[in-house]
């Protein structure tokens, strides 16, 4: 159980584009999302927390225009990448977690992006 | 503020030795610490986590870890190395409460690579 899928697992886009990431809990219905970002050789930096129904809550130095979080149900939350660049070029990964179960994330496969 | 440094990006051990991940943690409020693996292509999953009862974890697969308040550190331990234990380990912290209770911090990740 506790399966979170994350759509598409790799993803190669012009510069100027936008790119939509998708992560869906498969089996139960998550209260809370997270994304993070993994530059190569580094830790796991956490950029949004969303909750269903409500606008996201982004760390300090995240640019919420650029990153966009939509969070329109209890299985599905989706990172919009707008107007996307080299520099934005990174793995993203997101969680879920479980009502009652909130200090324990279950964390999709990740996206790969690849900015041209 | 929180953070976690993990000694060593790479491991490397013979199959049925001893398996010693380090993890170091640095709070201002009492945390909550869990370790998660990452397989090739897959998301991370959850190996265990302390959140202040016994100090001893027990986890997954073997792994045990350790929380030592006095050396902010939550070592993880396997007693045997297996071939299957290849992997990306994480180590993390969260605050047990308030605001940003569920957030992750992650350490760097070390890559243990296990030899016949």
């Known amino acids: 159980g506790a399966v979170v899928s994350q759509h598409p697992s790799w993803v190669i886009c012009k510069s100027g584009t936008s790119v939509k990431i998708e992560c869906r809990s498969l089996?139960?219905?998550?209260?809370?999302m997270f994304w993070y970002r993994q530059f190569p050789k580094q830790s796991l930096m956490l950029m949004a927390t969303?909750?269903?129904?409500?606008?996201?809550?982004?760390e300090q130095g995240v640019e919420k225009d650029k990153f966009l979080i939509n969070h329109a149900s209890l299985t599905l939350s989706t990172l919009t990448v707008t107007s996307a660049h080299p520099e934005d070029s990174s793995f993203y990964i997101c969680?879920?977690?479980?009502?009652?179960?909130?200090?324990?994330?279950?964390f999709g496969a990740g996206t790969r992006l690849s900015v041209l | 503020a929180q953070s976690v440094t993990q000694l060593g990006s790479h491991v490397s051990v013979s199959e049925g030795a001893l398996v010693l991940l380090r993890c170091n943690y640095s709070?201002?409020?009492?945390?909550?610490l869990f370790w998660y693996v990452q397989y090739p292509n897959q998301g991370l999953q959850l190996l265990l986590k302390?959140?202040?009862?016994?100090?001893l974890v027990k986890g997954i697969n073997g792994f045990e870890a350790e929380f030592k308040k006095s050396e902010t550190s939550f070592h993880l331990t396997k007693p045997s190395a297996h071939m299957s234990d290849a992997a990306e380990y994480f180590c993390?912290?969260?605050?047990?409460?308030?605001?940003?209770?569920?957030?992750?911090?992650f350490g760097q990740g070390t890559i243990l690579t296990v030899h016949p």
């Open positions: 709070s201002s409020v009492p945390p909550y």
């Open positions: 089996d139960f219905q998550a209260t809370t």
């Open positions: 993390a912290v969260s605050p047990a409460g308030g605001t940003s209770y569920g957030k992750l911090t």
């Open positions: 969303s909750n269903e129904g409500s606008k996201a809550t982004y």
């Open positions: 969680s879920a977690t479980l009502a009652g179960e909130g200090d324990i994330q279950y």
């Open positions: 302390y959140t202040s009862a016994a100090t």
